[in-house]
């Protein structure tokens, strides 16, 4: 019976960290894509130009890859 235990301890072990897994990368995923909307809001209206419209995009490139870390 003690080894069933420990078997079923093991299992609801990695069932949580497979849980979790597929929550980061939810949230990987959704930020990546609002983060690629706007950027690519940014380049279909062309309100932005010169500096400030290369720093926007930079910006959100950077926000993406702090959010993937």
Avoid: C, P, W
């Amino acid at each position: 019976m003690e080894k069933n235990t420990e078997y079923q301890i093991l299992l609801d072990h990695v069932e949580k960290m497979t849980d979790r897994r597929q929550n980061i990368t939810t949230i990987y995923l959704s930020v990546n894509a609002a983060i690629l909307s706007a950027i690519s809001f940014l380049f279909r209206d062309g309100t932005l130009t010169g500096t400030a419209y290369q720093v926007s995009a930079l910006m959100l490139l950077v926000a993406g890859t702090i959010a993937s870390d």
